[in-house]
């Protein structure tokens, strides 16, 4: 399945007239389940304010400049029902392809159905609904001005312990403690090259090999990755801790900033 680019219609003058069509675009996966928030509804649906993280999030990366195109990934049985979703809260112009049975090939997926137009990739989290769009286009910036690969990231406060885990809640030896000034903690969307990436999930998927994400597939390419500051607002909702203070943070953008 691919998009015609000839159906999207970007808003605004984001894209100059007589361009074929959009040259950048945010692939979200939003297949997975997310069981550590607990039982219910699959975590990209669950509401954040009386909305679906997953609108939040799909709005978020729209309101960027840089983005002239999103891609929702839904679960493979269930895209029907997210197209559903995102007309219902107005944004019909967003895509819809199913996804696969794990993230990366869900993503995987969401590149094939991207128009040959797109040069730059942004893959963004779901889970992450309140992302600010200027963390959005300044990763969008910085590939277009050449950087292969790009992710926002904050610097580590905690004190990192490398350890021998161990089952069951035993105690687990530390192994080591890395200097945590040459730390960062890995926010999305990360930023790519399409080519790039895309080479990336063709040969680990060719290989059965994996990553806990996109930016640490295509370091194993060799390929050099930066980092661009990133925002303490766009935390990942995982568990029910993140869930409440991702409330907290909506209340205080409509409260102050007319959110």
């Known amino acids: 399945m691919s998009i015609d680019s000839t159906d999207f219609a970007p808003s605004g003058d984001r894209r100059p007239s007589g361009d074929a069509g959009p040259r950048t675009a945010v ?3 939003a297949a ?21 993280m997953l609108v939040h999030a799909v709005r978020a990366t729209a309101r960027a400049r840089a983005v002239e195109l999103v891609v929702v990934v839904a679960p493979s049985d269930g895209a029907p029902a997210v197209r559903t979703l995102l007309d219902e809260h107005g944004l019909p112009e ?30 963004h989290d779901a889970a992450r609904p309140l992302v600010p769009d200027e963390t959005v286009d300044a990763v969008a910036r910085t590939v277009r001005a050449g950087a292969p690969a790009v992710v926002p990231a904050l610097p580590v406060t905690d004190t990192v312990k490398q350890v ?30 399409r080519k790039v990436l895309a080479e990336a999930h063709a040969r680990l998927a060719a290989r059965g090999e ?15 990755v930066v980092v661009v500051p990133g925002h303490e607002e766009a935390f990942k909702v995982t568990r029910p801790l993140d869930l409440v203070l991702a409330e907290a943070v909506l ?5 102050h900033d007319a959110f």
């Open 27 to 29: 692939v979200i996966p």
């Open 32 to 52: 997975g389940k997310g069981v550590r928030l607990g039982p219910g509804a699959p975590k990209a649906l669950r509401e954040l304010g009386g909305t679906p």
């Open 94 to 123: 967003v895509a819809v392809v199913p996804g696969g049975e794990t993230r990366q090939d869900s993503v995987r997926l969401g590149l094939a159905a991207l128009p040959d137009t797109v040069e730059t990739v942004l893959v």
């Open 164 to 193: 021998e885990p161990r089952a069951d809640g035993e105690p687990e030896p530390v192994t080591g403690t890395p200097d945590r000034a040459r730390l960062r903690a890995v926010q999305t969307p990360q930023g790519f090259a």
């Open 210 to 224: 994996g990553a806990t994400d996109d930016a640490g597939m295509v370091e194993r390419l060799g390929v050099e």
């Open 251 to 255: 209340a205080r953008r409509r409260a």
